[in-house]
């Protein structure tokens, strides 16, 4: 993409703005969300041929997507519009022993787009998964594998970037005893970029963690997370290789029928290794904190509202803290329409090296099974970006209209 400078300070680390674009593509791309529970009636989502054994099924499907874009490059100045065709065919192969022992899933799909004026971004990505659960007495073994291509453009901390790559696995036991629950795991998450002014930012991340839930009260549970990490790998040019300790204590509960919550507060402290190229400190730590809340107002809607605050690590300095505001809303009209709403706010509190900002972003859409087997949807969305850069900030407003068939 020709509009990243190559700017020593500006450069952000992968850790961070991926981060930022798994959040956005959370609030942007995921379809319209139903209310947890929609009213009954005899509609029911199906497909147009049931391809399936006893323990056997084949999914496959088709999204083509239209949507129009204001500004492309998410630019201050550079305020280039256009319309975008995306193609996103698809399958999912499922294996149920039926007995509650074993659940494969193995999926599939590429997604293309193509910009009707700017034809340098036309891109393909492929999306591969599969995991495999195995329930053994009271214990539960998953394996997973996922790789990913992200070829859309996201913005993070400094500016516009495009085109990378994750190829993620792990393992984890979870296990289920009369008054506590939890879970062991081991996940890696291996990066790799498109474009050469990241090359020396590919990396490995590996997560070992343990956690669990007491069951203390009648629908209450004490929550304990305990993680270890590491990030190497990277081109000691361009970052130092570190590892970190996370430790977290919380409660999950319901106070009411209609009412959710979780809420879990610990720190982060990481430790970078030594680099007389980069001038980083020893170590950091800063507070954790995250908070969902969900509300079934009715049989057909939900109000769910987040706060997320995190040190983030960052590559001129140390961390920054973010903190992260989001309100969404689902409402079921019956079982074959349904509409939703969400929208955030985020504050970047930096180091005295790197910038602030501020984000704030919303979207309304709306969904309808116009066959039981095919699919309407259609959202608006906008956001915009304020910093004490102001070459970075944008307004960006997006209009996209799909369709779903499930074969």
């Given at each position: 993409?020709?509009?990243?400078?190559?700017?020593?300070?500006?450069?952000?680390?992968?850790?961070?703005?991926?981060?930022?674009?798994?959040?956005?593509?959370?609030?942007?791309?995921?379809?319209?969300?139903?209310?947890?529970?929609?009213?009954?009636?005899?509609?029911?989502?199906?497909?147009?041929?049931?391809?399936?054994?006893?323990?056997?099924?084949?999914?496959?499907?088709?999204?083509?997507?239209?949507?129009?874009?204001?500004?492309?490059?998410?630019?201050?100045?550079?305020?280039?519009?256009?319309?975008?065709?995306?193609?996103?065919?698809?399958?999912?192969?499922?294996?149920?022993?039926?007995?509650?022992?074993?659940?494969?899933?193995?999926?599939?799909?590429?997604?293309?787009?193509?910009?009707?004026?700017?034809?340098?971004?036309?891109?393909?990505?492929?999306?591969?998964?599969?995991?495999?659960?195995?329930?053994?007495?009271?214990?539960?073994?998953?394996?997973?594998?996922?790789?990913?291509?992200?070829?859309?453009?996201?913005?993070?901390?400094?500016?516009?970037?495009?085109?990378?790559?994750?190829?993620?696995?792990?393992?984890?036991?979870?296990?289920?005893?009369?008054?506590?629950?939890?879970?062991?795991?081991?996940?890696?998450?291996?990066?790799?970029?498109?474009?050469?002014?990241?090359?020396?930012?590919?990396?490995?991340?590996?997560?070992?963690?343990?956690?669990?839930?007491?069951?203390?009260?009648?629908?209450?549970?004490?929550?304990?997370?305990?993680?270890?990490?590491?990030?190497?790998?990277?081109?000691?040019?361009?970052?130092?290789?570190?590892?970190?300790?996370?430790?977290?204590?919380?409660?999950?509960?319901?106070?009411?029928?209609?009412?959710?919550?979780?809420?879990?507060?610990?720190?982060?402290?990481?430790?970078?290794?030594?680099?007389?190229?980069?001038?980083?400190?020893?170590?950091?730590?800063?507070?954790?904190?995250?908070?969902?809340?969900?509300?079934?107002?009715?049989?057909?809607?939900?109000?769910?509202?987040?706060?997320?605050?995190?040190?983030?690590?960052?590559?001129?300095?140390?961390?920054?803290?973010?903190?992260?505001?989001?309100?969404?809303?689902?409402?079921?009209?019956?079982?074959?329409?349904?509409?939703?709403?969400?929208?955030?706010?985020?504050?970047?509190?930096?180091?005295?090296?790197v910038d602030d900002y501020t984000r704030f972003g919303f979207m309304i859409g709306a969904g309808y099974d116009l066959l039981a087997w095919l699919t309407l949807d259609g959202r608006y969305e906008y956001a915009t970006k304020s910093g004490d850069i102001s070459a970075y900030d944008y307004d960006v407003h997006r209009i996209v209209l799909s369709v779903t068939a499930r074969f």
């Amino acid at each position: 993409m020709h509009r990243i400078e190559d700017g020593g300070d500006l450069l952000m680390t992968s850790k961070a703005w991926m981060s930022a674009a798994a959040l956005a593509l959370c609030a942007y791309s995921a379809p319209v969300a139903r209310a947890e529970a929609a009213p009954a009636d005899d509609w029911k989502q199906g497909r147009l041929f049931d391809i399936h054994t006893d323990k056997l099924s084949l999914k496959p499907y088709l999204t083509e997507e239209i949507g129009y874009n204001t500004n492309v490059y998410l630019s201050e100045t550079d305020t280039n519009d256009d319309f975008i065709i995306v193609t996103r065919p698809g399958f999912d192969i499922e294996y149920d022993s039926k007995d509650g022992g074993t659940l494969a899933k193995v999926g599939y799909y590429f997604r293309s787009m193509v910009y009707f004026d700017f034809n340098d971004l036309n891109e393909v990505e492929n999306h591969v998964s599969a995991s495999v659960d195995q329930r053994l007495g009271k214990f539960k073994l998953d394996a997973f594998f996922k790789y990913d291509q992200q070829k859309t453009i996201v913005d993070y901390q400094a500016f516009p970037i495009q085109g990378y790559s994750v190829l993620n696995f792990g393992a984890k036991a979870v296990y289920d005893f009369n008054a506590f629950d939890g879970e062991v795991g081991f996940e890696r998450k291996g990066y790799t970029y498109d474009e050469s002014v990241y090359s020396g930012y590919e990396h490995d991340e590996d997560r070992v963690w343990v956690q669990g839930a007491y069951h203390a009260w009648d629908k209450t549970d004490l929550l304990l997370e305990f993680a270890w990490g590491q990030s190497s790998g990277y081109d000691a040019d361009a970052h130092n290789d570190s590892t970190y300790v996370e430790f977290l204590v919380g409660v999950k509960g319901r106070p009411t029928a209609k009412v959710g919550v979780q809420a879990k507060i610990g720190f982060r402290s990481e430790n970078y290794d030594e680099s007389p190229l980069i001038p980083y400190e020893d170590d950091y730590s800063g507070l954790i904190v995250r908070i969902a809340a969900t509300w079934d107002a009715s049989d057909r809607d939900r109000v769910t509202l987040g706060f997320l605050r995190e040190p983030v690590p960052s590559l001129s300095s140390n961390y920054y803290t973010t903190n992260r505001f989001t309100l969404d809303y689902a409402h079921a009209f019956d079982n074959r329409m349904r509409a939703s709403a969400g929208l955030y706010y985020e504050m970047a509190s930096e180091s005295d090296q790197v910038d602030d900002y501020t984000r704030f972003g919303f979207m309304i859409g709306a969904g309808y099974d116009l066959l039981a087997w095919l699919t309407l949807d259609g959202r608006y969305e906008y956001a915009t970006k304020s910093g004490d850069i102001s070459a970075y900030d944008y307004d960006v407003h997006r209009i996209v209209l799909s369709v779903t068939a499930r074969f």
